[in-house]
T-cell receptor, first 114, second 109 residues
């Protein structure tokens, strides 16, 4: 079974802190994604990566950065956390087979910024 | 900006009825289309994917794709209360997987 693991299920951080969300996948997938999910707004893509050290901005990259030093690990960084970044964060990974690019999701990290 | 549009619902159907969920997308070059189901408090899980025009059936689920109209739908036959969830349409836009906001389905017993 594909496994995508996010480092924390719940996090509470203070405004201004630097926050790291970690994601690890064990299926040698090329693509990895970070989404945030908010009520009424659905899943919004923050950043994605299609290879080690490669990254692309999604729809809402402001206030975030990412790091992919190894193929299996994709980190989301909140440089200076703000209350409007309180959300559910979901990591996903997929292959590059364009006809069968099923994305497998981690369990999610619910981040609260106070 | 590539967009995926869904009616947010809620869509309410009685048990045993057919539920019809619809999705339109803006990128005419999109190749692959997915339907995910998400239960409250859980991560999305894949139900169906389709990349050819026409219908694709899997058990009680049928995905329909019309690339000319940029339209993809999901039919759930013999709906069950356990089908009550949010259904997310997703489209490959370049490399990224772009999601719609989801349609909430409620099946009453």
């Amino acid at each position: 079974d594909v496994k995508v693991t996010q480092s924390s299920r719940y996090l509470v951080k203070r405004t201004g802190e630097k926050v790291f969300l970690e994601c690890v996948q064990d299926m040698d997938h090329e693509n990895m994604f970070w989404y945030r999910q908010d009520p009424g707004l659905g899943l919004r893509l923050i950043y994605f990566s299609y290879d080690v050290k490669m990254k692309e901005k999604g729809d809402i990259p402001e206030g975030y950065s990412v790091s992919r030093e190894k193929k299996e690990r994709f980190s989301l960084i909140l440089e200076s956390a703000s209350t409007n970044q309180t959300s559910m964060y979901l990591c996903a990974s997929s292959t590059t087979d364009r006809k069968n690019t099923e994305a497998f999701f981690g369990q999610g990290t619910r981040l609260t910024v106070v | 900006q590539k967009e995926v549009e869904q009616n947010s619902g809620p869509l309410s159907v009685p048990e045993g009825a057919i539920a019809s969920l619809n999705c339109t997308y803006s990128d005419r070059g999109s190749q692959s289309f997915f339907w995910y189901r998400q239960y409250s408090g859980k991560s999305p899980e894949l139900i169906m994917f389709i990349y050819s025009n026409g219908d694709k059936e899997d058990g009680r689920f049928t995905a329909q794709l019309n690339k000319a109209s940029q339209y993809v739908s999901l039919l759930i036959r013999d709906s069950q209360p356990s089908d009550s969830a949010t259904y997310l349409c997703a489209v490959i836009g370049g490399t990224a997987l772009i999601f719609g906001k989801g349609t909430t389905l409620s099946v009453s017993s």
